[in-house]
């Protein structure tokens, strides 16, 4: 058994699941050349809630932060997590789209794309994973991990199988929730290392209290490659910490080689933004505990505030646990898919309309009758007719890939943004995140007078937390 790698997620999903993806490019800056003198197998610090947190809340440019990043680390493969056809965003985009996004990453300077699909829908990963080879990038199908009676091994081996048969240079088990057990998580890997040759990555989250346990189980029974947060931005619903687990392994067959008191360098450094971000109110205490309602309701943490805050809106939070109950019912009746996004905020929302309403599908969102008609793709199990009669009537529902449907995008919408055109990256910002990127072309703009002397008044801006 050769050692274990770790992949360190603090630059993205450490500070996602923690403090909203608020991470500075200016406060990851002074750390970066020391994170890339430790030794990891990866650093995971673009994709996922990064670009449009970037845009949207601290005004940065998500490209500029990948080829800050890739300046100052020239020795550790740089990891980004994208949504398959949705890429970045909640939605399908076109073919055109995905090719150029991933061809212009690679360009700026990522290494390996973990690719996922919210209902494990093969055909929403083949174009993204194609356009990563293509590009010279390391391309990582990942199978969001759920339970249901749908979900069994057999189910997760023959979609591993499947994804290194369209040519996925490693499988990563993506347990977003925190469901999976460390018994089972022996059982799992065992099965996938058995029926695959490919490097198998196991990332989870700390939420139920089992992910440390569970990467131990999953390390005996072969898994290459853990995904680790440094200890400040560690735990609650983040990822296990690193220290830990590279403490755990030193000695045995496992051990990840790593040098404990680097690392309590990067830690130091982490520790003081941790702590600057409890006293700004950003890291909220709520996040840090262990949340049991994870594994009784399979309810990822991020769609828990989710729907707290959908029922102030409504002035109904009395009705927290009937929703919670509820959410699974919606669950079977859509084909039982993992709760991640888009599907998490697909069900949530109609759990809570549900029973809000007091009438189930008395208001059924649009998101719901696309995903009822198939435009996000197929479940694991078929819908039930009664159920996709209620929701969408007689209207049919598609068979084929949702994506096939979408007309080219990139040059119809270049004329809407070309006076702001400053990089062909501009442009891929703008069709995933049409608002906020405007927004921030015109700060940019603003900030750039500022800079150059010229007499134009410019509105403040703050940085919300």
């Not at 740089?78 to 090719?99: A, C, E, F, S, T």
Request: charged share 25%.
């Amino acid at each position: 058994m050769s050692k274990v790698k770790i992949t360190e997620t603090v630059l993205r999903d450490g500070h996602q699941s923690l403090i909203a993806t608020r991470l500075s490019t200016e406060e990851m800056i002074p750390i970066l050349e020391e994170m890339d003198a430790i030794g990891y197998h990866a650093v995971e610090m673009w994709g996922g809630a990064t670009f449009d947190a970037s845009l949207r809340f601290l005004y940065e440019n998500p490209w500029e932060r990948l080829r800050l990043i890739r300046k100052y680390m020239k020795n550790t493969k740089l990891q980004m997590l994208l949504r398959g056809q949705n890429i970045l965003g909640y939605k399908h985009y076109p073919d055109d789209v995905v090719k150029e996004f991933v061809k212009r990453s690679v360009g700026n300077g990522i290494d390996i794309i973990r690719i996922f699909d919210a209902l494990n829908d093969t055909r929403n990963l083949r174009v993204a994973l194609e356009a990563t080879k293509a590009a010279g990038g390391h391309a990582q199908a990942a199978i969001s991990y759920t339970i249901s009676p749908a979900h069994t091994t057999e189910t997760f081996v023959n979609l591993a199988k499947e994804m290194e048969s369209m040519g996925a240079d490693s499988i990563a088990i993506k347990d977003m929730s925190g469901l999976l057990t460390p018994y089972y998580a022996y059982e799992l890997v065992k099965a996938i290392k058995e029926n695959t040759s490919v490097p198998l990555e196991l990332h989870s989250h700390a939420t139920s209290g089992l992910a440390s346990m569970t990467y131990l189980k999953g390390i005996e029974a072969g898994v290459d490659i853990i995904d680790t947060a440094i200890s400040p931005f560690a735990l609650g619903t983040s990822q296990p910490p690193t220290e830990s687990l590279i403490a755990t392994l030193q000695g045995s067959q496992y051990d990840t080689g790593l040098d404990l008191k680097k690392l309590n360098s990067i830690s130091s450094y982490f520790n003081k933004i941790r702590e600057k971000s409890i006293e700004s109110g950003l890291l909220d205490s709520k996040v840090l505990g262990v949340d049991i309602n994870t594994l009784v309701y399979q309810v990822p943490g991020g769609m828990l505030s989710n729907l707290v805050s959908q029922l102030k809106m409504q002035n109904a939070l009395d009705k927290f646990e009937e929703v919670l109950k509820e959410v699974p019912r919606v669950r079977e009746d859509l084909g039982y898919p993992p709760l991640v996004t888009p599907t998490s905020q697909i069900v949530g929302t109609q759990a809570v309309l549900n029973v809000v309403t007091g009438e189930r599908y008395k208001m059924v969102p649009k998101e719901v009758k696309a995903y009822v008609k198939g435009m996000y793709g197929k479940p694991t199990v078929e819908i039930k007719e009664e159920i996709v009669k209620k929701i969408i009537g007689d209207e049919a529902q598609i068979t084929c890939r949702p994506a096939d449907l979408l007309e080219p995008m990139l040059e119809a919408e270049k004329e809407n943004m070309a006076e702001f055109f400053e990089e062909p990256e501009d442009l891929l910002s703008y069709i995933l995140f049409p608002q906020p990127a405007i927004e921030f072309f015109k700060y940019r703009q603003a900030e750039r007078y500022k800079i150059d002397g010229t007499m134009v008044q410019v509105e403040e801006r703050v940085h919300p937390v």
